[in-house]
């Protein structure tokens, strides 16, 4: 199962629309757990928020064995700078875990349009899935029309895939069909 | 130790110089600390315990793999054979991100080569050979797909590469995995001033898979007669000869030694007849050793003189007696019949 916290304001057809293409993606039940609260003291001092303190910091929700838990942020992401600098985070999971973070900030803006709000939705639901699929042991894809493809990527296209490739999609449900539950 | 096992065990194996951090003694696996097990990944040592096996009392290093818990035994005395080495250290890790960061590699094209290699440097290239591995494949994958064997692979490398950075860098995998992409496909306008990348990792010569033609006809004769005591030349019908002239005709080393001067040619076919003695009985052996040393060049220069035909001339005759003895065979079959 797979469970869906906003953090901040959502759309809810937005939020359905993003439940939809998670249980396409996985093949698992996916609901919104509702909202909660943002946790205080992860504001770094460029107001960004340290996704790594925010994910540790993010209030629980109730769930079973191998549930994983979806944030959804608006506020823009940080995590610590590696050896050749920091790197750009739209979002950010515990590898094999079950807690992952998704921001908004840098997704393309909603606007009013039906086609900016289409293009913003597929973008969520994309790096919803790129963050879940972390989740379930699935690293990152050489293939740029994956959604495990680097966000950053530039041979990621303009509107970007919201699947998974046949070899990472074969992964996540080798692993799902190996889970607990 | 570095280097693969032998794949064929004729062939030396290559000594190189072992990866850096090589634990080459069990003795420094003290429990608590992390090592690297080829191919398996992060493991800390739990203790040295000892187990009865089969009637032996066997000391068995416990070690439990970081990432799922998994409990691996290994016998004490077989820890320097298997490659454990420490986990790699900061400098090692500034290598890899300078190597992950360097300009496109030309990536192997000829896939056996590569996956060979690529498996060589899984199991004994360190951790800079995890990052060859992975920036190889990653490098081809923007030529063309990877084949399903080398894009698993390629995530297995890239398993093992994300969480032995996690552990050097002491941070979770997520951000290990984000730093190596980010060193190895850089967003737009982001360029890295970087050193040069260290040395590849050098991977020990292969012997060869396929031995020479001549080579191959040669041990046809190696039929394991001599064992049973069956002597060619007693057998009525035998044409040893005959099979060491064919061999002779059509086999390279024929040709070549038919382009080299007598004395070589003669020095070259003197092995296979020496070969041919071993066979014997050892009985008779003994009784024939001076006939068959004398004997040896001349059976030699047979093949000698029929490839200087076949290199001065085609020899249009032998085709046709080929063909006919050929066709005497099914004859004598219809005669039986």
């Known amino acids: 199962?797979?469970?869906?916290?906003?953090?901040?304001?959502?759309?809810?057809?937005?939020?359905?629309?993003?439940?939809?293409?998670?249980?396409?993606?996985?093949?698992?039940?996916?609901?919104?757990?509702?909202?909660?609260?943002?946790?205080?003291?992860?504001?770094?001092?460029?107001?960004?928020?340290?996704?790594?303190?925010?994910?540790?910091?993010?209030?629980?929700?109730?769930?079973?064995?191998?549930?994983?838990?979806?944030?959804?942020?608006?506020?823009?992401?940080?995590?610590?700078?590696?050896?050749?600098?920091?790197?750009?985070?739209?979002?950010?999971?515990?590898?094999?875990?079950?807690?992952?973070?998704?921001?908004?900030?840098?997704?393309?803006?909603?606007?009013?349009?039906?086609?900016?709000?289409?293009?913003?939705?597929?973008?969520l639901a994309r790096e919803a899935i790129h963050a879940v699929g972390h989740l379930w042991d699935l690293h990152h894809c050489v293939d740029g029309r994956c959604a495990m493809h680097p966000s950053w990527s530039p041979s990621l296209p303009a509107s970007p895939e919201m699947d998974l490739c046949a070899f990472c999609r074969e992964k996540s449900e080798r692993k799902i069909r190996l889970a607990k539950t | 130790m570095r280097g693969p096992p032998p794949r064929h065990p004729d062939e030396p194996r290559e000594q190189l110089p072992p990866v850096e951090g090589f634990i080459s003694d069990a003795v420094e696996l003290i429990p608590g600390v992390r090592v690297v097990y080829p191919n398996q990944g992060v493991c800390a040592v739990v203790g040295i315990e000892e187990k009865d096996i089969s009637g032996q009392k066997l000391q068995l290093v416990r070690m439990r793999r970081e990432e799922d818990g998994a409990a691996v035994l290994v016998p004490r005395n077989k820890v320097p054979a298997i490659g454990l080495r420490r986990v790699a250290t900061g400098g090692q890790i500034q290598g890899v991100?300078?190597?992950?960061?360097?300009?496109?590699?030309?990536?192997?094209?000829?896939?056996?080569?590569?996956?060979?290699?690529?498996?060589?440097?899984?199991?004994?290239?360190?951790?800079?050979?995890?990052?060859?591995?992975?920036?190889?494949?990653?490098?081809?994958?923007?030529?063309?797909?990877?084949?399903?064997?080398?894009?698993?692979?390629?995530?297995?490398?890239?398993?093992?590469?994300?969480?032995?950075?996690?552990?050097?860098?002491?941070?979770?995998?997520?951000?290990?995995?984000?730093?190596?992409?980010?060193?190895?496909?850089?967003?737009?306008?982001?360029?890295?001033?970087?050193?040069?990348?260290?040395?590849?990792?050098?991977?020990?010569?292969?012997?060869?898979?396929?031995?020479?033609?001549?080579?191959?006809?040669?041990?046809?004769?190696?039929?394991?007669?001599?064992?049973?005591?069956?002597?060619?030349?007693?057998v009525e019908g035998a044409e040893k000869p005959e099979v060491a002239e064919e061999v002779a005709e059509e086999g390279v080393e024929g040709v070549e030694a038919a382009k080299a001067p007598e004395g070589e040619a003669e020095g070259e076919a003197e092995p296979p007849a020496e070969e041919v003695a071993d066979e014997a009985p050892e009985k008779a052996r003994a009784a024939r050793t001076k006939p068959v040393k004398k004997a040896a060049p001349a059976k030699a220069r047979k093949p000698a003189k029929k490839a200087d035909k076949a290199v001065e001339k085609p020899s249009p005759k032998e085709k046709p007696s080929k063909k006919a003895v050929a066709k005497a065979a099914p004859k004598r079959g219809g005669k039986k019949k």
């Open chain 1, 1 to 123: 199962m797979i469970r869906v916290v906003t953090l901040d304001d959502l759309d809810p057809a937005d939020l359905a629309f993003l439940t939809r293409n998670l249980y396409r993606a996985f093949g698992l039940g996916t609901e919104a757990a509702g909202r909660k609260p943002m946790p205080r003291g992860v504001e770094g001092k460029d107001g960004r928020v340290d996704a790594v303190a925010l994910l540790r910091e993010a209030p629980a929700v109730r769930t079973f064995a191998d549930d994983k838990v979806l944030y959804i942020t608006t506020a823009p992401l940080s995590i610590p700078p590696g050896p050749l600098g920091e790197p750009p985070c739209w979002g950010f999971a515990e590898y094999g875990k079950n807690r992952a973070l998704v921001s908004t900030a840098r997704l393309p803006g909603r606007g009013t349009s039906e086609a900016s709000v289409e293009a913003f939705r597929r973008r």
């Open chain 2, 97 to 234: 991100f300078h190597y992950l960061a360097a300009q496109f590699d030309d990536p192997e094209l000829d896939w056996k080569i590569r996956h060979r290699d690529n498996a060589d440097r899984l199991i004994a290239g360190g951790v800079l050979g995890l990052a060859e591995v992975v920036k190889g494949l990653h490098s081809l994958s923007r030529l063309r797909p990877l084949p399903a064997k080398e894009r698993e692979q390629y995530d297995n490398a890239r398993h093992l590469l994300v969480h032995e950075v996690a552990v050097a860098l002491g941070v979770s995998a997520g951000l290990a995995e984000d730093y190596i992409d980010y060193a190895l496909m850089p967003p737009v306008g982001v360029k890295f001033d970087v050193p040069p990348p260290p040395a590849p990792v050098m991977l020990p010569s292969r012997p060869r898979h396929r031995r020479p033609a001549a080579e191959e006809e040669g041990d046809l004769g190696d039929l394991g007669l001599g064992d049973l005591g069956i002597d060619l030349d007693l």
